[in-house]
């Protein structure tokens, strides 16, 4: 695909205050990524903030709110949706910057339930390895979603990829307990392999789970740490 093909399929969608709420959002949760972004293609970066805030509306539906309940039906309605996207039917904002892109979209609606299946090792111990192994599918979909959206190879998807790929969910929150603070000081640096705007967010996103392990609470960085952070983490 050619510069200009390519902008052209990352060019957002207009005129949807729906979808613009949504980013809005998002952006809120992550406002390191104002500057994080200098290390993403152009090209890319309005795909780039569709395709986070949507992980961003799976985590919050599988793991908001004390009751577990809702969120059985919020995945429910998410599979029927990326199914429908599958087929090139959307009713979702963010679907107008992504539905009609050749995703997994059946292979990510499948893996969905195993979310929830994760929701209470996250909130209690976080070490229930068959929790955190069956979103290995998950986190292999999303990947290889990427490879297409961006470019390049989805690369090795190790057994922990997804508890970084959710932690972009991770929020101040009252359970902040040793155990899980303990869990976010062992998990190992992510992986390098896979695009640019991946690599680049999970930079942050490890940042913040250390900050987590350590303090309770996952921060924002500071200016000066996200440019280091992102520099490096765009070379690769």
């Excluded at 995945?75 to 107008?96: D, I, M, S, T, V």
Aim: contains cysteine.
């Amino acid at each position: 695909m050619n510069d200009a093909a390519n902008a052209a399929a990352n060019a957002p969608a207009a005129g949807d205050p729906a979808r613009d709420d949504l980013l809005d959002k998002w952006r809120g949760r992550w406002p390191e990524w104002r500057i994080a972004q200098a290390f993403v293609p152009e090209a890319q970066r309005a795909t780039a903030e569709a395709w986070f805030a949507l992980l961003q509306e799976w985590t919050d539906a599988a793991w908001a709110g004390a009751d577990p309940t809702p969120g059985f039906a919020k995945l429910a309605w998410w599979q029927e949706e990326l199914r429908g996207w599958a087929k090139g039917a959307r009713r979702h904002p963010l679907g107008r910057d992504l539905h009609r892109r050749p995703l997994p979209w059946d292979a990510l609606a499948a893996a969905l339930p195993a979310l929830q299946a994760a929701r209470e090792p996250l909130a209690a111990d976080m070490r229930d390895a068959a929790a955190l192994a069956a979103l290995r599918p998950l986190a292999e979909a999303a990947a290889h979603g990427e490879a297409v959206l961006f470019g390049g190879d989805a690369g090795a998807v190790p057994g922990d990829a997804f508890p970084w790929l959710a932690a972009h969910a991770l929020r101040p929150r009252a359970d902040a307990h040793a155990a899980a603070r303990a869990w976010a000081r062992a998990l190992p640096a992510p992986a390098r392999a896979g695009t640019r705007p991946r690599r680049v967010y999970d930079a942050l996103a490890q940042a913040r789970l250390r900050c987590f392990g350590t303090m309770g609470v996952p921060l924002p960085l500071s200016p000066l740490p996200t440019l280091w952070r992102s520099w490096r983490a765009a070379r690769g």
